[in-house]
């Protein structure tokens, strides 16, 4: 039975054999890679490449050549764009740190000197009526409109008289000025003490120098 089968394999190897053969044989059947051919180039195009090559070329050399000194110029341009940039971020928060820094320039502290007659005048006539408490008051509230008006980002709602009159802000004339102002009204107010003619005429005399340019002097 094994000779049987070894004839029978051996059959079968020569059969495939001369079947392989025959396909082969076939010239309908490609068994080889086919040669692969590029494209020719168009000649328009080879020209324009050298065309370009020739243009570029000079320009190209004389980067190399400038390359130092165009190093420079890049790095000073990075320079200047990166510092421009940190200025857009940081201009509107340096611009609020310079507006809470006292300011030097007195003609902008000074208080517009017929508006402070007219708010004197207004006491006036209220102290010549007896009302020393009610004149004393608007002399007050008058301080605080002018503070506001040349540093509105200095005050808020809740601000006390105490308060302001400690502000750093302010020069230190005018904050003892209001000072003597404020401590009147506050024992009028909270002392159940009337501020009575001797109390108005300190805080008058305390209002017009608060109002007077040197009032207004940072101290040296």
Avoid: C
Avoid at 62 to 70: H, Q, R, S
Avoid at 77 to 86: D, K
Avoid at 100 to 123: F, G, I, M, N, T
């Amino acid at each position: 039975m094994a000779k049987n089968a070894q004839v029978q394999g051996t059959s079968e190897q020569a059969s495939f054999d001369a079947a392989w053969k025959n396909v082969r044989g076939d010239s309908d059947i490609q068994f080889a890679a086919a040669e692969f051919k590029p494209p020719e180039v168009p000649q328009w195009w080879q020209d324009f490449l050298k065309w370009l090559g020739e243009v570029l070329g000079p320009v190209g050399e004389m980067l190399v050549t400038a390359w130092p000194v165009l190093r420079i110029v890049l790095l000073v341009l990075l320079a200047v764009g990166v510092l421009t940039l940190l200025w857009v971020i940081l201009a509107p928060y340096i611009e609020e740190w310079r507006g809470r820094k006292p300011k030097s320039d007195v003609e902008e502290w000074l208080p517009e000197q017929s508006v402070a007659r007219q708010w004197l005048d207004e006491a006036d006539a209220l102290a010549g009526k007896g009302q020393y408490d009610e004149a004393a008051h608007l002399l007050l509230f008058r301080s605080i409109e002018d503070i506001e008006k040349r540093r509105p980002e200095l005050l808020r709602p809740s601000n006390t008289s105490r308060e302001i009159e400690r502000f750093e802000s302010l020069p230190e004339k005018a904050r003892n000025m209001f000072a003597v102002i404020a401590s009147h009204v506050e024992r009028g107010v909270f002392g159940a003490t009337p501020i009575g003619e001797a109390g108005w005429l300190a805080s008058r005399n305390a209002y017009g120098e608060f109002a007077l340019k040197d009032s207004w002097k940072a101290s040296s």
